[in-house]
């Protein structure tokens, strides 16, 4: 009884943290069948691509690479990923790529790879909403452990549509170097994986509303 208590609370918390949100993100990644990139012209910056598999969709701006870079090599066989920003081969300006789903989405996640502080992810949802997501923790209510841009760390991330609303689009941009990303998924997690992130959530409202009564 404890248990459900607690999730329930948890839960309660995390609504309370997303009243006007319009999509969820968190830390953390689906399963099942992956949405793998390709294009008719890899590595060729703006050459676009597409999205098939698990989800489809259209991809505008970037470029895709086969896998031969440090961030997805030996993790990811046989996957492609996008790049957005200046290098490696020089996207931009804008330095940014859009990934528009062909059918909108309650759910999607991916790896980010090697995260910075100059990657800006955008999550538009219908209904015109647009939210604003960082590897420093804006949009996630939390930092991602490793934000130096490090080739051989990725972060899965994953988004959920809140209240009926639904993922339309991703915009990836970087100011420096590139966003990377690969290992796209629409199958949300097992009902346990939501309790553990319902749990996670409620445990960072508890911290920080303490940190507020210590300050």
Avoid: C
């Amino acid at each position: 009884m404890k248990t459900v208590n607690a999730l329930v609370a948890s839960a309660a918390l995390a609504a309370s943290f997303s009243a006007n949100a319009l999509v969820q993100g968190t830390l953390g990644g689906g399963t099942g069948p992956l949405a793998l990139l390709s294009s008719p012209t890899l590595g060729v910056p703006g050459s676009g691509g597409t999205l098939s598999g698990a989800v489809s969709g259209t991809l505008t701006g970037g470029a895709v690479f086969a896998i031969d870079m440090t961030f997805a090599d030996d993790v990811l066989s046989g996957e492609n990923f996008l790049a957005a920003g200046p290098t490696p081969g020089g996207f931009g300006p804008p330095n940014t790529a859009t990934l528009t789903f062909t059918t909108p989405l309650n759910y999607i996640s991916f790896l980010w790879g090697s995260p910075d502080t100059y990657n800006t992810l955008t999550v538009n949802s219908t209904g015109g909403g647009s939210q604003t997501f960082t590897a420093t923790g804006v949009g996630f209510g939390t930092a991602f452990p490793v934000t130096n841009g490090d080739q051989a760390f990725m972060q899965a991330v994953q988004f959920q549509g809140l209240s009926g609303s639904l993922i339309t689009s991703l915009v990836f941009n970087s100011t420096v170097d590139a966003f990377e990303a690969a290992h796209f998924t629409a199958q949300v997690p097992e009902p346990e994986t939501y309790a553990l992130m319902l749990a996670g959530l409620g445990a960072i409202g508890f911290m920080s509303r303490r940190r507020r009564k210590t300050n």
